[in-house]
């Protein structure tokens, strides 16, 4: 792929990814947080079963349950909190503050993980 190629999909996901969350904070505040999460969720399953399917018996061994649940239950309250940010904020000031969170994230890799850790 050349990077002509590569930038025309990086603003794809560009565009994609602000309408997507244009239309998330509108279907939030019309049907509410819990719903608009439910159906985030049924869309997302109905839209990624087909590449997990031959997988699925993996998630029923004990130690990959017990480490889906727990990171069920964070991401989920991590969604409702963003989703209600959705639905009492506006979008550009809710977008700029949820994308602080990656410059955070790299300082805190930088500074908690070892120099040697990748090596």
């Known amino acids: 792929m050349d990077i002509q190629t590569g930038v025309l999909f990086a603003f794809a996901a560009m565009i994609c990814w602000g309408v997507g969350d244009f239309l998330i904070q509108r279907t939030v505040r019309k049907i509410g947080i819990v719903e608009g999460l439910a159906v985030i ?3 997302g399953t109905v839209g990624l079963l087909p590449f997990v399917w031959n997988d699925l018996q993996i998630i029923f061994q004990p130690e990959n349950a017990s480490l889906l649940l727990g990171l069920g239950v964070v991401t989920f309250i991590a969604a409702m909190f963003n989703l209600y940010a959705y639905k009492i904020g ?3 000031v809710v977008e700029f503050v949820l994308e602080i969170e ?3 994230t790299v300082i805190l890799g930088i500074v908690f993980f070892p120099r040697n850790a990748f090596d």
Do not use: A
């Open 90 to 92: 506006k979008l550009s």
């Open 102 to 104: 990656l410059p955070v």
């Open 41 to 43: 969720g049924i869309v």
